[in-house]
């Protein structure tokens, strides 16, 4: 099960940190993936820490702006938003991938973390 915490709202150019909290298994082996969806679109990428390698992957309009990481012995991770603009308002969500190097597609993610709002006001 994972449990996603830390969004919120806050103005534009502000920061949040997302946690994303295993409970029950660990993130071995697996890549660990955030996704956002807002209103009326689809559920898009945003970052990867893949399971093979700890390499990480973002999304164009994150890169620079958005880091993620994973702290394997409290099964956790984060993503650190930085320089938030409206067009990140979304809900958040952590997703484990079946892929440890990482696919970025939402259909091969075997476990998803309840989402968490983020809500950036210009």
């Known amino acids: 099960q994972l449990q996603a915490s830390g969004g919120g709202l806050v103005q534009a150019g502000g920061s949040l940190r997302l946690s994303c909290a295993a ?3 660990t993130f071995t082996g697996y890549a660990t993936e955030w996704f956002r969806q807002a209103p009326g679109k689809e559920r898009e990428f945003v970052a ?4 093979s ?3 990480t992957y973002y999304t164009g309009s994150a890169k620079g702006r958005f880091t993620i990481s994973r702290d394997n012995a409290k099964n956790t991770v984060y ?13 958040y969500y952590c997703a484990a991938d079946s892929y440890s190097s ?3 597609n ?15 006001s210009s």
């Open 48 to 51: 990867s820490f893949t399971g």
């Open 106 to 120: 939402p259909k091969d993610m075997v476990y998803w973390g309840k989402g968490t709002q983020v809500t950036v």
């Open 102 to 104: 990482g696919s970025r």
């Open 79 to 91: 993503l650190q938003m930085n320089n938030l603009k409206a067009e990140d308002t979304a809900v």
């Open 53 to 55: 390698s700890g390499s």
């Open 23 to 25: 409970s029950g298994r």
